[in-house]
């Protein structure tokens, strides 16, 4: 599986935009990138994905570096409510089962 | 619509014993995967199922096993537990062969092993 590199930890303030950053410098073509969340005592939330292009949902926003060796997930007002370990996740486009989970960056959000 | 649910919430075995965890697909989902969560680590995967049957393995060894069930409801058995097994069981739904391949996660049964 092909690795990815996040800082273990990182602070943001109440409705600021937060930036997550990713580094996955061995991705192959047929890779997704997926984001998941893990807030306290609960179990991962899917939050986005992408393949090439740049992603927007409710949730955030997944830029993707040109040669996709990088990526940054975008959450564009954070809110006490989005502290949590977020994981980025390499998923091949041949494989459909599994994730394959590293140790996250674990976002604090400061009132 | 349900979202995953996992029974039970908490579990204290003594080694040795055999445990099973159970877990209930959302609704309109097909495939159920199930991870080991240790503290402090991120998940963990052990296997996946789908049309009741194994579709892929993790780094686990057979005394993990697991079934899926026709309404794909699922049941992950561990036997002769050891002190390591102590974590958090993951259960995770999706649909097979989607595009963006969302897994839906259950809230966890966590297990402790004496």
């Known amino acids: 599986d092909a690795k990815t590199t996040q800082p273990n930890s990182m602070e943001s303030n109440e409705e600021e935009p937060v930036h997550l950053p990713c580094n996955h410098s061995?991705?192959?073509?047929?890779?997704?990138i997926h984001w998941y969340r893990q807030l306290p005592s609960q179990g991962p939330e899917y939050v986005i994905h992408?393949?090439?292009s740049n992603v927007n949902n409710r949730m955030a926003s997944l830029a993707i570096a040109e040669d996709r060796k990088s990526s940054t997930l975008i959450l564009h007002r954070a809110t006490l409510r989005d502290a949590a370990v977020y994981y980025c996740?390499?998923?091949?486009?041949?494989?459909?089962?599994?994730?394959?989970f590293g140790k996250g960056t674990l976002l604090t959000v400061n009132p | 619509e349900t979202g995953v649910t996992q029974s039970p919430t908490h579990l204290i075995k003594t080694r040795g014993q055999q445990v099973t965890l159970r877990c209930s697909s959302q609704?309109?989902?097909?495939?159920v995967s199930w991870y080991q969560q240790a503290l402090g680590q991120g998940p963990q995967f052990i296997f996946q199922?789908?049309?009741?049957?194994?579709?892929g393995r993790g780094n686990f060894p057979p005394r993990f096993s697991g079934l899926q069930f026709p309404n794909y409801s699922s049941e992950l058995n561990v036997n002769a537990l050891e002190l390591d097994d102590s974590a958090l069981y993951l259960c995770?739904?999706?649909?097979?062969?989607?595009?963006?391949?969302?897994?839906?996660f259950g809230p966890g049964t966590r297990l402790t092993v004496t």
């Open positions: 995770a739904s999706s649909r097979w062969g989607g595009a963006a391949y969302e897994q839906y």
């Open positions: 061995t991705i192959s073509g047929t890779d997704y």
């Open positions: 992408g393949l090439t």
């Open positions: 996740i390499l998923r091949s486009g041949g494989s459909n089962y599994k994730l394959t």
């Open positions: 609704s309109g989902h097909n495939t």
């Open positions: 199922y789908y049309r009741e049957e194994e579709n």
